[in-house]
């Protein structure tokens, strides 16, 4: 059974790894050029000097280097693809065109059958899915020096949370197959099915696994956070000694060109500080596996709803 369900998907194994190979050459070019970026812009003096305020040098650096940045938001989809083109079609393609009902006339039962195509592609999915997600830390090691590792994006094409995202695509696609017992539909499911779950999670449940810390830090001068901190500010703004918040810093009774000082001094008498709302870079390798195994369980729940519906409702 191994040896036929590897005869059956052995074009989309190939599609895959081709499709890797592509990946990876582009993440190489792109990956040099973002490195040969923070090389030039003096970041790693910078951090080293005991004097030197990185901050604007940082703004200028993750400026630079959002062009390149674009690319993960094109990596995000990689595991859709995945869904879309190797767990649709396994169950959606057979019973289209009726071949399950042979393999079943051959002495295989359906527990086999569906437990040898679902356990081939799902070693097939974790295999690239680890190969991808190792090609992209690489990639994105320069957006992680200047700071951007846990901020959305940058966050899923990186760690362990690909393998999850690809597990839940696999068999979503698969649900969708057997359900629709169609490809495209289980296609157009798998599509909707996975950016509804990822954006919902990415969006509302993410900066929400734990409760989000406070700090508040001199709105003008010294003694503010370090741009390289790693941290995932959600809020960022200033925040007065009777507690409202604002975005923006507004100062009254400073005429125009009446220097740094005035500033300084209605900042004291208002008592007026930054704040940032955010989830500490500490964080980043929980996140990641609670963020792994949300999806890894949706994907198992998902798998006992194609193995159930192929023993029980499929004919």
């Given at each position: 059974m191994i040896w036929l369900t590897w005869r059956q998907h052995r074009t989309q194994a190939a599609a895959g790894i081709a499709a890797l190979a592509a990946i990876g050459a582009v993440l190489l070019v792109t990956g040099l050029h973002a490195a040969a970026i923070v090389r030039a812009s003096g970041l790693a003096g910078c951090v080293h000097s005991s004097t030197g305020d990185c901050t604007d040098l940082v703004d200028t650096l993750q400026q630079r280097l959002n062009p390149t940045l674009v690319l993960a938001v094109l990596l995000m989809a990689g595991p859709l693809l995945m869904g879309w083109f190797w767990g649709a079609p396994l169950i959606a393609r057979e019973t289209e065109h009726g071949t399950h009902r042979m393999v079943w006339t051959q002495g295989i039962t359906r527990n086999r059958w569906i437990g040898s195509q679902l356990g081939f592609m799902t070693a097939i999915t974790l295999l690239a899915s680890a190969v991808l997600a190792t090609s992209t830390a690489w990639w994105a090691g320069p957006a992680n020096q200047a700071g951007l590792r846990f901020s959305p994006t940058v966050f899923d094409v990186q760690g362990i949370v690909p393998l999850g995202y690809g597990l839940f695509a696999l068999a979503l696609g698969a649900a969708a197959g057997a359900v629709t017992r169609r490809v495209i539909p289980a296609m157009a499911a798998t599509?909707?099915?996975?950016?509804?779950?990822?954006?919902?999670?990415?969006?509302?449940?993410?900066?929400?696994?734990?409760?989000?810390?406070?700090?508040?830090?001199?709105?003008?001068g010294p003694g503010q956070p370090s741009p390289l901190s790693r941290d995932w500010v959600l809020k960022s703004g200033y925040i007065d000694r009777l507690g409202h918040f604002s975005t923006s810093l507004r100062i009254h009774g400073c005429a125009i060109g009446s220097g740094p000082q005035c500033v300084l001094r209605q900042v004291r008498a208002l008592g007026i500080r930054g704040y940032d709302l955010y989830q500490p870079a500490s964080r980043y390798w929980l996140f990641q596996g609670i963020e792994t195994a949300i999806f890894a369980g949706l994907a198992l729940a998902l798998f006992a709803v194609a193995v159930w519906w192929v023993r029980r409702r499929l004919t």
């Open positions: 599509l909707a099915g996975f950016a509804g779950a990822r954006y919902a999670i990415m969006a509302l449940a993410r900066p929400h696994y734990l409760s989000p810390l406070t700090r508040t830090y001199p709105a003008v």
